[in-house]
């Protein structure tokens, strides 16, 4: 296959706010380093850190005119002269953060689609330090939803430890997080309880996971004592928190008595909290864990690829809307809209 000079990306407008993405065209280049591989990508997956950077919303700075997004699926076109783990024609995807190989790096994050640029284009030279194999099972749509959404409900459920003691499982929002934590839950056998301010969206989940319980916390604000009738009063092993820290209070009563984890995963109500802090002591006297979640490592990424091979975890159910490459903006209005339930994929 002829590889072209030129090929076609994506970078965010800079401006007044929201920022727009604008289509670019980037130069191949003539050769790539020795251990680099130059990967042809197939498809894009979004989270809600892509729109957010548009919306003024995020709270790390991202570079100017930075090509979007952290999740792709891609195949191998080149390799250099020293690569020996992959070959041509390999499936393959960047971690989130390439700085983080092991989960101890001693680096500061550098996160794809934010301070380095990121794969919504249809070329990409990385290291092959910062690439894993996806599993080959898995459709290129499909192997796109894992990078972000994927490896950050792995570590969010606190795999593996809680497919040994597990019970049950909060999941707050239907976005990528939630919805692939819930496949997760099911291979694993935990139970998932998941909430929405929409009953539409709840029923949808019940269609692709009758196991789910469903919690429309409009209809039910008080939190704790729902779960608490849910579980038979035995509260929940871990909560995936994607609003932030406004609910901590809530999801620190929702868990067992004794060493329940909440993962704080997100920020999609913001960054304020009206709670007094010594509420935090509630934490004492559950013995809980509060976990930061900052996405994972590439061993957490092989980790969780190897799960979903030998549990043959389909993850097509995870895909609410696809889009071509020349819809990339439609796409990400649509997922700022909150319309979706689980992934919005660009296939290129």
Not at 48 to 70: C, E, F, N, Q
Not at 83 to 101: Q, S, T
Not at 217 to 232: A, G, L, M
Request: with cysteine.
């Amino acid at each position: 296959m002829a590889l072209p000079t030129k090929y076609r990306s994506f970078r965010r407008a800079t401006g007044e706010l929201p920022h727009a993405i604008t289509p670019s065209q980037e130069t191949l280049p003539e050769r790539i380093g020795p251990n680099d591989l130059l990967i042809k990508i197939h498809a894009v997956s979004l989270n809600y850190r892509d729109v957010a950077m548009l919306h003024g919303k995020y709270p790390v700075p991202v570079i100017d005119r930075g090509v979007p997004t952290s999740d792709c699926a891609a195949e191998v076109v080149s390799i250099g002269s020293a690569v020996r783990r992959f070959e041509k024609g390999d499936h393959v995807a960047p971690i989130f953060d390439i700085n983080n190989l092991s989960g101890e790096d001693d680096a500061s994050m550098r996160a794809l689609g934010g301070d380095v640029d990121g794969v919504l284009r249809e070329y990409a030279v990385f290291n092959e330090e910062v690439l894993v194999q996806l599993p080959k099972y898995l459709s290129w749509e499909e192997a796109s939803t894992i990078t972000c959404a994927g490896v950050t409900a792995w570590n969010a459920l606190d795999f593996p430890s809680a497919m040994s003691h597990g019970r049950s499982a909060l999941l707050q929002g239907t976005g990528g997080v939630s919805m692939f934590a819930l496949l997760l839950c099911r291979a694993a056998g935990l139970t998932p309880i998941i909430t929405s301010s929409s009953d539409e969206k709840l029923e949808s989940i019940a269609k692709l996971f009758p196991e789910a319980r469903g919690i429309n916390y409009k209809q039910h604000p008080d939190q704790v004592s729902e779960i608490t009738r849910i579980t038979n009063g035995k509260g929940v092993d871990v909560v995936v928190n994607n609003t932030g820290v406004g609910a901590l209070i809530t999801d620190i009563g929702s868990l067992r008595q004794r060493g329940g984890v909440v993962s704080l995963v997100g920020f999609l109500d913001g960054f304020k909290a009206d709670w007094d802090p010594s509420a935090l002591m509630a934490m004492m006297g559950k013995a809980a864990r509060l976990k930061g979640i900052a996405v994972g490592s590439k061993l957490d990424y092989q980790a969780l690829s190897k799960f979903l091979e030998e549990k043959e975890v389909r993850l097509d159910s995870l895909i609410d809307r696809t889009f071509s490459f020349d819809e990339s903006s439609q796409a990400f209005d649509y997922l700022y809209s909150g319309k979706h339930v689980g992934k919005v994929i660009i296939k290129l």
